[in-house]
């Protein structure tokens, strides 16, 4: 590994709890939060294990169909992860929509959308019988990672802490572990009592870590400490219905029919893609194409060893521009950045040699001293799977 490690020696962190300061908190409770919040999110608010909008509307009698409504009535807190979009069909502002309650969601989104979503919530609130408070001064939101996948066992009381804390698995990507969203006067997360999983070693660390591993999936998240939501993109571009955050199947929604019309013809031209960054390119190009050969649960740290070099921390600031090596015209530039990685939006048929291709054309970018460095960008296999099967 380049250099030292510096504070923190990250491939060898198994499991880390972080509070995530750049998020804020709105609660939404009333009797009709779920119906509300249905027709302005991207995905299902009622999705849970077997109860699904779908069966509402194929090969159900009507004594079926009122069954199933009643379900979804009483629903079981969960998270669902997903966007409010505006009429154009451009995400707002990302979300997780914290189910702690049958009436009661807690909206985790970005600190800097809080007040322009509290307004556009109250535009389509009319006659509804809910409320809509901005809690970000009161709550905050926290996240726990482990290297290897966290079971919170058959049932969702599995993820209560001994602090009467709901724990929800992050549904976009088992690598990011658990959310909760915590009063900000209470004590550091314990997670002793997360089902069956052993915690003894888990360090506090920052929402930087968090970040990494974000990248290293190709997750997208925020518009303040990441810009991947700064400019109203659209979902599909940002990865949303890879990381389980789009319902093509739910019904209505503000902005959806731009979404559902670029889903169902199979053209997304640019996706949100991570890249890897050294001064040499072969050590940059070596780094890509080992990542793509990592398992879930196969490395004992967070991150691969060797992968982060420690030194290019100032070469990868918010807006570092990327260009391809063989033209120098800027393609991209890092929405997100954690050392030597990024995330950045690419055309896919310009920057890879084959539609089949899982590592990128040389890329190359400028340090703020002015010296050059080496990008590749990769595909994570769950893009992948998504990108296939829309060929």
Same mark, same amino acid.
């Given at each position: 590994?380049?250099?030292?490690?510096?504070?923190?020696?990250?491939?060898?962190?198994s499991?880390?709890v972080?509070?995530?300061r750049?998020?804020?908190v709105?609660r939404?409770?009333?009797?009709?939060?779920?119906?509300?919040?249905?027709?302005?999110?991207?995905?299902?608010?009622?999705?849970?294990?077997?109860?699904?909008?779908?069966?509402?509307?194929?090969?159900?009698?009507?004594?079926?169909?009122?069954?199933?409504q009643?379900?979804?009535?009483?629903?079981?807190?969960?998270?669902?992860?997903?966007?409010?979009?505006?009429?154009?069909?451009?995400?707002?502002?990302e979300?997780f929509?914290?189910?702690?309650?049958?009436d009661?969601?807690?909206?985790?989104v970005?600190?800097?959308?809080?007040?322009?979503?509290?307004?556009?919530?109250?535009?389509h609130r009319?006659?509804?019988q809910?409320?809509?408070?901005?809690?970000?001064?009161?709550?905050?939101?926290w996240?726990?990672t482990?290297?290897?996948?966290?079971?919170?066992?058959?049932?969702?009381?599995?993820?209560?802490?001994?602090?009467?804390?709901?724990?929800?698995?992050?549904?976009?990507?088992?690598?990011?572990?658990?959310r909760?969203?915590?009063?900000?006067?209470?004590?550091?997360?314990?997670?002793?009592?997360l089902?069956?999983?052993?915690?003894?070693g888990?360090?506090l660390?920052?929402?930087?870590? =968090?970040? /990494?591993?974000?990248?290293?999936?190709?997750v &997208?998240?925020?518009m #303040?400490? %990441?810009? +991947?939501f !700064?400019?109203?993109?659209l979902?599909?571009?940002?990865?949303?219905?890879?990381?389980?955050?789009?319902?093509?199947?739910?019904?209505?929604?503000?902005g959806?029919?731009?979404?559902?019309?670029?889903h =169902?013809? /199979?053209?997304?031209?640019?996706?949100?893609? &991570?890249?890897?960054a #050294?001064? %040499?390119? +072969?050590? !940059?190009r070596?780094?890509?194409?080992?990542?793509?050969?990592?398992?879930?649960?196969?490395?004992?740290?967070?991150?691969?060893?060797?992968?982060?070099?420690?030194?290019?921390?100032?070469?990868?600031?918010l807006?570092?521009?990327?260009?391809y090596?063989?033209?120098?015209?800027?393609? #991209?530039?890092?929405?997100?950045?954690?050392?030597?990685?990024g995330?950045?939006?690419?055309r896919?048929?310009?920057?890879?040699?084959?539609?089949?291709?899982?590592?990128?054309?040389?890329?190359?970018?400028?340090?703020?001293?002015?010296?050059?460095?080496?990008a590749?960008v990769?595909?994570?296999?769950?893009?992948?799977k998504?990108?296939?099967?829309?060929?």
């Amino acid at each position: 590994m380049a250099a030292s490690c510096g504070r923190v020696c990250l491939h060898l962190v198994s499991s880390f709890v972080a509070p995530l300061r750049s998020r804020g908190v709105i609660r939404v409770v009333g009797p009709d939060t779920p119906d509300f919040l249905q027709g302005l999110f991207t995905n299902d608010v009622y999705a849970s294990p077997g109860i699904h909008a779908e069966k509402l509307r194929v090969g159900l009698d009507s004594d079926q169909r009122e069954l199933l409504q009643q379900q979804r009535q009483h629903a079981p807190p969960r998270l669902v992860f997903g966007a409010f979009l505006n009429h154009r069909g451009r995400v707002m502002a990302e979300a997780f929509l914290h189910f702690i309650g049958p009436d009661e969601a807690l909206l985790d989104v970005d600190a800097t959308s809080v007040p322009s979503l509290v307004k556009y919530l109250h535009m389509h609130r009319l006659r509804k019988q809910l409320s809509i408070s901005d809690e970000t001064g009161r709550m905050q939101v926290w996240t726990h990672t482990q290297a290897k996948p966290i079971d919170l066992g058959k049932t969702m009381e599995a993820g209560r802490s001994d602090q009467g804390t709901r724990w929800f698995e992050d549904s976009r990507e088992g690598a990011l572990g658990l959310r909760a969203v915590l009063q900000k006067n209470a004590p550091r997360p314990s997670i002793t009592t997360l089902a069956d999983n052993e915690s003894e070693g888990t360090q506090l660390l920052t929402e930087s870590v =968090h970040r /990494g591993v974000r990248i290293l999936h190709g997750v &997208p998240e925020g518009m #303040s400490a %990441s810009l +991947e939501f !700064a400019d109203t993109p659209l979902p599909l571009e940002m990865n949303l219905d890879v990381f389980n955050g789009v319902s093509f199947t739910k019904g209505c929604y503000v902005g959806q029919e731009l979404t559902a019309r670029t889903h =169902h013809t /199979g053209i997304v031209r640019k996706r949100l893609l &991570p890249f890897v960054a #050294s001064v %040499s390119q +072969e050590a !940059a190009r070596a780094r890509a194409e080992r990542v793509l050969e990592l398992e879930p649960g196969s490395i004992p740290g967070v991150f691969p060893a060797e992968f982060i070099e420690y030194d290019l921390l100032g070469q990868l600031k918010l807006k570092t521009e990327l260009a391809y090596h063989d033209k120098e015209i800027p393609c #991209s530039s890092a929405l997100s950045s954690f050392y030597n990685i990024g995330l950045g939006v690419f055309r896919l048929d310009q920057a890879f040699a084959s539609p089949s291709d899982n590592v990128s054309k040389p890329l190359l970018g400028r340090a703020d001293n002015g010296d050059l460095f080496h990008a590749f960008v990769w595909i994570p296999k769950r893009i992948r799977k998504v990108l296939d099967m829309s060929n």
